[in-house]
Nanobody, 123 residues
């Protein structure tokens, strides 16, 4: 059974930082590009960041570029999202997802999803 479990969400003031983690079980993470998506209240789920299986290629949404950093540790089957300079508009449920093959920004290209972790940024 494949599971992706996110952690690290919480309440933070604007300008602060959080580090999200995602641990995978039931799959070999190095076979997958790993991605983060988010969904704010009343909005559609949107792409945030992605990292190739090797870690050499990363991609970010324009809204988080320069503030968020995605990384991975294939030996620990984990992926991370370091979020700095947080803004109120970053408030959302953040989802970890796995895409077999290469990086893609399309949510329908994901094969597995976590249940999400809530990030709330107060202004």
């Amino acid at each position: 059974q494949v599971q992706l479990v996110e952690s690290g969400g919480g309440l933070v003031q604007a300008g602060g930082s959080l580090r999200l983690s995602c641990v995978a079980s039931g799959i070999r993470l190095r076979d997958y590009a790993m991605e983060w998506f988010r969904q704010a209240p009343g909005k559609e789920r949107e792409f945030v960041a992605a990292i190739s299986w090797s870690g050499y290629t990363t991609q970010y949404a324009d809204s988080v570029k320069g503030r968020f950093t995605i990384s991975r540790d294939n030996t620990e089957n984990m992926v991370f999202l370091q979020m700095n300079s947080l803004k109120s508009e970053d408030t959302a449920v953040y989802y970890c997802a796995a895409a077999f093959g290469g990086v893609t920004t399309a949510s329908d290209g994901m094969h597995f999803w976590g249940k999400g972790t809530l990030v709330t940024v107060s202004s």
